[in-house]
């Protein structure tokens, strides 16, 4: 059984070969791409079926059985990329809330030193921003979904919400966190530090049942 190694903020996701393949047209997984010795933060098996007591994620990119034992993630799924980043997305999940971190829907832009989060809800224009400001020749972690870390870091993943916009791997301490939100015009205004928490707790990416309770999340 061939399997492929993935970074993930500094640790390592080992992914069932025919897993990976199965949600590369949705998850950008080259870059992120890696030969290590370590050993693995998570591993995934692929199964044609789990037992009875196997348990079930569902949400908007599909559904899948899983057994999970500690480093160990057994899932059984239909075939499609959208059921593939599902499980790529629990993955991820499981190792940054193992690490204290959580998953957010947001964009992250880098300089190399540091980093610029942007959340908002689906179309206020993370992927615009995005775009933008790779043209200046900033660097994109992720358009998608970031990884936050309780020492202010934020990493990339290999989600993406366009195909053009392709994150990369890395960390890096969060200079400024942003709210987008789409208008008629132009403008930047304070946030409240409530506010920011506010909408940063909103976006966060829930793994149902494996989800951090609502104090951790605030903490």
């Known amino acids: 059984m061939a399997f492929s190694d993935f970074d993930c903020a500094g640790s390592v996701i080992r992914v069932e070969a025919t897993l990976a393949d199965m949600s590369r047209p949705r998850v950008h997984l080259g870059a992120f791409s890696v030969s290590s010795s370590a050993t693995p933060a998570l591993t995934i098996h692929r199964h044609a079926s789990l037992p009875e007591h196997a348990k079930v994620a569902e949400g908007p990119l599909g559904r899948c059985r899983y057994l999970l034992d500690g480093d160990r993630l057994d899932v059984e799924l239909a075939d499609g990329m959208f059921q593939g980043e599902l499980v790529l997305r629990l993955a991820w999940y499981l190792v940054a809330t193992r690490r204290g971190g959580l998953l957010i829907h947001a964009s992250a832009i880098t300089d190399g030193k540091v980093a610029l989060v942007a959340s908002g809800k689906s179309g206020d224009g993370k992927s615009t921003l995005s775009r933008l400001c790779r ?14 870390f309780p020492d202010g870091s934020a990493a990339g993943t290999p989600f993406r919400s366009d195909e053009d916009n392709v994150g990369r791997p890395g960390r890096n301490p969060v200079k400024a966190f942003v709210a987008l939100k789409k208008a008629q015009h132009e403008a930047l205004e304070p946030l409240s530090g409530i506010d920011a928490a506010q909408l940063a707790t909103s976006q966060c990416f829930d793994g149902a049942v494996f989800a951090l309770p609502r104090a951790e999340v605030n903490r």
């Not at 043209?135 to 936050?148: C, K, P, W, Y």
């Open 135 to 148: 043209s200046t020749g900033l660097s994109l972690l992720t358009d998608e979904i970031v990884q936050l």
